[in-house]
């Protein structure tokens, strides 16, 4: 799954586009859950074109149907090597809780470099946030609250973004 990331992040990176890995493969980062099916990433709404120019060289999915309760801006389902990755520009949930607009614009993810490619990790506490307002992700909220917590039992301080 590294190298579908690599291979991403490479063709995101050259097109200079504001992107950032959430969902379960975020989890996966922060040893939260050991494994991850496929690769969410979260992209500025300001580079969909450009997105979509640096992506063309990838399998896309020939039609996307929103998940019930999704209503993104836009969203766009690849596969590279096998894994699936999903692609979403304005991410928005809509549950009996209320509507939630991922902040994503407002954003600095977090940058770590893998094989001299740069990597960008969206914010865990907004992605609790964004897991709260899901039907069914109820498990996977009180997986990063008790990651939370014994962060915070530790002492050490959580730094997701630069």
């Given at each position: ?113 893998v094989k001299g490619e740069k990597f960008y990790y969206a914010s865990l506490q907004e992605w609790c946030t964004a897991y709260s307002y899901m039907i069914g992700r109820e498990k996977k909220v009180e997986l990063i609250e008790a990651y939370f917590q014994t962060v915070s039992r530790r002492g ?7």
């Amino acid at each position: 799954m590294e190298e579908v990331l690599l291979k991403l992040a490479r063709a995101l990176n050259k097109a200079d586009v504001k992107w950032a890995v959430g969902a379960s493969m975020l989890l996966k980062y922060y040893k939260i859950v050991e494994t991850a099916r496929d690769i969410d990433i979260l992209v500025s709404t300001e580079d969909i074109e450009k997105c979509l120019t640096a992506l063309s060289e990838f399998e896309r999915a020939a039609k996307v149907h929103s998940k019930a309760g999704f209503s993104s801006v836009h969203f766009e389902k690849y596969c590279i090597d096998g894994v699936g990755i999903d692609v979403m520009f304005g991410l928005t949930i809509s549950s009996d809780k209320g509507k939630y607009s991922y902040p994503f614009e407002n954003e600095t993810p977090l940058e770590i470099e893998v094989k001299g490619e740069k990597f960008y990790y969206a914010s865990l506490q907004e992605w609790c946030t964004a897991y709260s307002y899901m039907i069914g992700r109820e498990k996977k909220v009180e997986l990063i609250e008790a990651y939370f917590q014994t962060v915070s039992r530790r002492g050490e301080r959580i730094t997701m973004q630069k």
